[in-house]
């Protein structure tokens, strides 16, 4: 909004910033930030009162979570008030790419909301049918998918490799579903722990602000041989949108954590990560940014494949953040180990812009 009234009013001077990518995303992340802190302890207190007993805890799942009954969820609304409020301030409203990803932020939020809604409601971890679920998240994913190849190429571009891409025709459709489907529920399988899930997000928005914003310069995109996406800078501020809102959350998500942000809050960032892979060119990127998640799912996939076949388990308990507590590693040392993890992966994937 400010940044449409800024091209309108041809402002000079100090208040010329506005129109400024880097700026306004240093703006947003401490917009969400401070949106994000002054909100959540009266919307913490409003979730606790009306969940009553808070998510339901699994009894097979480490005894040691049996101490966060009572613990509300549905703390993601606090992220996506958080995200659209800062986004609708300082972004470019006029831009295609803004509004694909919004429509998977909240699209995924609502159907994660609904998956919450029928948790407490029900006091039973299991929720909304899978299938269901599925089917509308790929219905929203199409819709963004659409919008944002109106706009960028059919390619899929290697990292390693300059001015080399896979052109996959209409099949990149499915191809980018796909992906903002399959890193939503990834983010969504990682949220089991205290801050987990949280600042790996915040890591992952942080690379790709940097990505975003790379690719949406020819200069800077010629320069390092990275797909060039006009338009694609804009998305460096909803990253930073992200990040002031993860931080924000985490204030309250730190162990022992005061809410969980719930399949409310997982689905609509990891959804939100997948969408901007996708219109910033760096879906394969993302894989490796976003490796924990990856890993987190892979973890679930190889369980259930290797004990449908031979009945035994190969991990303790997946996802495999449950594996290593299962081993005797407390809840903290995992989250905080994990969150090294992603950093590592995170200076991986920003090392694929110059390695080519």
């Not at 208040?15 to 990518?21: G, P, S």
């Not at 919004?102 to 899978?130: C, R, W």
Request: net charge positive; hydrophobic share 55%.
């Amino acid at each position: 909004m400010l940044y449409l009234i800024a091209e309108w009013l041809h402002f000079e001077g100090v208040a010329n910033l506005i129109r400024y990518q880097t700026f306004r995303a240093g703006a947003t992340l401490m917009t969400a930030l401070l949106i994000g802190l002054v909100i959540g302890p009266k919307f913490i207190n409003m979730l606790r009162v009306r969940q009553g007993k808070g998510q339901p805890i699994r009894a097979d799942g480490p005894q040691s979570h049996q101490a966060k009954v009572g613990t509300p969820t549905m703390g993601g609304l606090m992220i996506l008030i958080s995200v659209i409020l800062s986004m609708l301030i300082w972004m470019d409203l006029t831009n295609p790419f803004v509004w694909a990803c919004l429509a998977v932020t909240g699209g995924f939020g609502v159907i994660g909301f609904l998956d919450d809604y029928d948790k407490v409601t029900k006091n039973s971890h299991h929720g909304v049918s899978g299938r269901i679920r599925l089917l509308m998240e790929f219905a929203v994913a199409g819709v963004a998918a659409w919008i944002i190849v109106s706009q960028i190429s059919t390619n899929l571009y290697v990292p390693f490799l300059s001015d080399r891409a896979i052109p996959l025709g209409p099949f990149y459709y499915i191809f980018a579903a796909t992906v903002i489907v399959g890193f939503g529920n990834a983010v969504n399988l990682t949220d089991g722990l205290d801050g987990l899930a949280t600042m790996p997000v915040v890591i992952a928005a942080g690379a790709f602000s940097i990505i975003c914003y790379l690719a949406g310069r020819v200069d800077f995109a010629n320069y390092l041989g990275i797909p060039h996406v006009p338009g694609a800078g804009e998305l460096a501020i909803f990253c930073a949108a992200i990040m002031g809102a993860g931080l924000a959350f985490l204030w309250f998500n730190a162990p022992p954590a005061a809410v969980f942000m719930g399949d409310t809050g997982s689905l609509a960032l990891g959804g939100a990560l997948g969408a901007i892979s996708v219109a910033s060119h760096h879906e394969i990127v993302l894989l490796i940014v976003g490796g924990l998640f990856v890993a987190e799912t892979a973890s679930v996939i190889i369980q259930v494949f290797w004990f449908k076949r031979t009945g035994r388990r190969i991990f303790r308990m997946a996802p495999i953040h449950h594996h290593f507590e299962q081993l005797g590693w407390k809840e903290s040392t995992v989250v905080i180990r994990f969150w090294i993890v992603s950093i590592v992966l995170a200076l991986m994937g920003l090392a694929t812009l110059k390695l080519r």
